[in-house]
């Protein structure tokens, strides 16, 4: 496995791989034009581009054998910030890996990656939110140290999640 930085050419895999994770997962959950209108602002190939090339959004890329297996995205400032007391928060905004890979250390490597990032950029708190249905990612980030601090809202389409943010001090 390796990892590197997304480049303005990963724009449609990576964009095309977020959104078919995302509706593998949670696709069951939504009306289809909740799930389409969601997938259209979040995972089109033009937002995932100028994700890439603006400042805000970092994004990891775990290849095998040459093929996208999962990614990182962390973001600074971070959207979910008003809910922590920390002073300098980033956020994890998505960790997705390839289902049929699950358990071969990708999530792990990205996760690996992730801390780094928050160390060395002087962040004194990583915050991400989880669908509180999500009890296999709940347990991945508590492996790490994450916390759950509050019940917020994640909005797909019309609907309204409820989604628990979790926080890990650094």
């Known amino acids: 496995m390796q990892l590197r930085p997304a480049q303005a050419d990963d724009a449609p895999a990576l964009a095309q791989f977020g959104r078919a994770s995302f509706a593998a997962a949670f696709g069951h959950l939504y009306r289809p034009e909740d799930l389409a209108a969601f997938e259209s602002e979040s995972y089109a190939v033009a937002a995932v581009a100028a994700e890439i090339a603006g400042g805000e959004c970092m994004h990891m890329l775990a290849e095998i054998d040459g093929k996208l297996a999962g990614y990182c995205k962390m973001r600074v400032p971070s959207k979910l910030a008003i809910h922590s007391t920390a002073a300098n928060p980033i956020e994890l905004g998505q ?4 289902p049929a890979r699950t358990g071969q250390g990708i999530g792990a490597a990205l996760m690996d990656w992730a801390l780094g990032l928050a160390r060395d950029g002087g962040h004194d708190a990583i915050l991400l939110s989880v669908w509180s249905g999500n009890t296999g990612a709940q347990r991945f980030y508590a492996r790490y140290g994450f916390v759950k601090i509050a019940d917020i809202h994640f909005k797909v389409g019309e609907q309204l999640d409820e989604e628990y943010l ?5």
């Not at 979790?166 to 650094?170: A, L, Q, T, V, W």
């Open 95 to 98: 960790l997705y890996t390839d």
């Open 166 to 170: 979790f926080e890990k001090r650094m």
